[in-house]
T-cell receptor, first 113, second 116 residues
Framework: GESVGLHLPTLSVQEGDNSIINCAYS??????FIWYKQESGKGPQFIID?????DKRQGQRVTVLLNKTVKHLSLQIAATQPGDSAVYFC????????????FGAGTRLFVKA | DAGVIQSPRHEVTEMGQEVTLRCKPI?????LFWYRQTMMRGLELLIY????????DSGMPEDRFSAKMPNASFSTLKIQPSEPRDSAVYFC??????????????FGPGTRLTVL
């Protein structure tokens, strides 16, 4: 079936280190892939997106990599800070038949001080 | 803008009662989404609207769930009758259509529903 999933449900990193959160997807028809961050008690918040015809996109302290050959998406956070502790979701936008976003299961990131 | 506004923030009700969740999207946004989040099933899209018209309601669990958007600034999600398995956090989100871009969604703070 079609799904967006995550390799690691929990990731623990030391403050100041780089974090890498991974995601696998199975549907090749999506036109955008997106990363959202959800802090405790809040709704998800957009971080960065990447179009399906790109392989890399950089933002402030974050980089998203897309490997369409193996259907893999990753989010890299540089110099991880305590405020980065949250659950991170990868998601894909599917334009077929409308506009729909499918979210993955999520990875919890713990940042140790 | 105050962002997406949802009410109530918390709702505790008894099985069989009607529950109505409310959402005010960001002004000017033309897409509105209702999601449900649970530990077991994650974040699920229930229904979404474009220009107040329901486009895809395939995620609505069953006939007990209904959603309306009478105007561009207000939407409701109703559960009647409610059941304990409906307990979850319900999020509303809105977005603005563009000719390009991923249509970033802006989420509200959610309504935590507990059905006893």
């Amino acid at each position: 079936g079609e799904s967006v999933g995550l390799h690691l449900p929990t990731l623990s990193v030391q403050e100041g280190d780089n974090s890498i959160i991974n995601c696998a997807y199975s549907n090749s028809a999506s036109d955008y892939f997106i990363w959202y961050k959800q802090e405790s008690g809040k709704g998800p918040q957009f971080i960065i997106d990447i179009r399906s015809n790109m392989d890399k996109r950089q933002g402030q302290r974050v980089t998203v990599l897309l490997n369409k050959t193996v259907k893999h998406l990753s989010l890299q956070i540089a110099a991880t800070q305590p405020g980065d502790s949250a659950v991170y979701f990868c998601a894909e936008n599917r334009r077929t038949g409308g506009f729909k976003t499918i979210f993955g299961a999520g990875t919890r990131l713990f940042v140790k001080a | 803008d105050a962002g997406v506004i949802q009410s109530p923030r918390h709702e505790v009700t008894e099985m069989g009662q009607e529950v109505t969740l409310r959402c005010k999207p960001i002004s000017g946004h033309d897409y509105l989404f209702w999601y449900r989040q649970t530990m077991m099933r994650g974040l699920e899209l229930l229904i979404y609207f474009n220009n107040n018209v329901p486009i895809d309601d395939s995620g609505m669990p069953e006939d007990r769930f209904s959603a309306k958007m009478p105007n561009a600034s207000f939407s409701t999600l109703k559960i009647q009758p409610s059941e304990p398995r409906d307990s979850a956090v319900y999020f509303c989100a809105s977005s603005l259509s563009r000719t390009s871009g991923s249509h970033e969604q802006f989420f509200g703070p959610g309504t935590r529903l507990t059905v006893l």
